[in-house]
């Protein structure tokens, strides 16, 4: 069994000269997608771009804003893995920008049901607004804000100071592996990358299950080696 280890952030984001233990262990795969097959798992919300499987990876080229959905509801506690290249050649939508990421999503309107108004959204970003879920924008804004959101699921979009991030050593690097963690693990919500927390919230009305989507807008990238583990909190 695995013990997960990465370096915590302090109020200002700077590293901690030494790694801290988690409080969770990592427990039994609930899902795994490589991709080599179909897309019966997911659900694409996109009104201008194209998302498929290409050569055993999800690829998302979006010109206006995509949303793709898990289908399986997702309870906590859990981990979600997955691998991301974020392309930057040449391409019309190679902007380099938004490895975004919505978890534990609910939609108030409809609650047993996020995928309900997925016509209506069609991957334009205002219609995810009235969610209920944990939402980061990494490398947003032409690869230049970083941001953690709580959607409380009326609309609003609080950002507190600490989780608006601009130093560069939180931006997207391009044309190579990022490897990408985001934890629900009852109070503690997580955003991990390449082993670093870039954020360690600590929510004191946390939301336990919903749906995960990848999002991204205006960008090129490659998504394999998704996994969904089932977190065990330490004593």
């Known amino acids: 069994m695995l013990i997960v280890f990465v370096a915590l952030l302090g109020p200002t984001h700077r590293a901690h000269s030494q790694e801290k ?30 998302t498929a499987i290409v050569d055993g990876k999800l690829e998302i080229d979006d010109a206006k804003g995509c949303t793709v ?44 049901d996020v995928f309900t108004g997925s016509a209506a959204r069609n991957g334009l970003f205002p219609n995810y607004h009235s969610l209920r879920l944990y939402y980061v924008g990494y490398g947003a804004n032409n690869n230049t804000t970083t941001r953690f959101r709580r959607y409380p699921g009326g609309g609003e979009r609080p950002l507190l100071p600490e989780h608006d991030l601009s130093d560069a050593r939180f931006m997207l690097t391009y044309n190579e592996p990022i490897k990408i963690q985001v934890v629900a693990c009852g109070n503690v919500i997580q955003y991990i990358r390449n082993g670093e927390a870039v954020i360690d919230f600590r929510d004191p009305e946390p939301f336990t299950s919903g749906w995960f989507g990848f999002r991204t807008v205006r960008n090129h990238m490659t998504l394999d080696r998704f996994r969904v583990y089932r977190l065990k909190p330490k004593e």
């Open 21 to 50: 233990k988690m409080p969770y262990r990592i427990g039994e795969v609930l899902h795994s997608e490589d991709f080599e097959g179909d897309m019966d798992r997911w659900v694409v919300e996109q009104s201008n771009g194209i």
């Open 69 to 112: 959905w898990f289908k399986p509801l997702l309870e906590g506690p859990i981990m979600i893995e997955y691998e991301v290249v974020i392309v930057k050649k040449d391409g019309p939508n190679d902007r380099g920008s938004d490895l975004n990421c919505f978890w534990m999503a609910r939609d108030p309107q409809n609650p047993d």
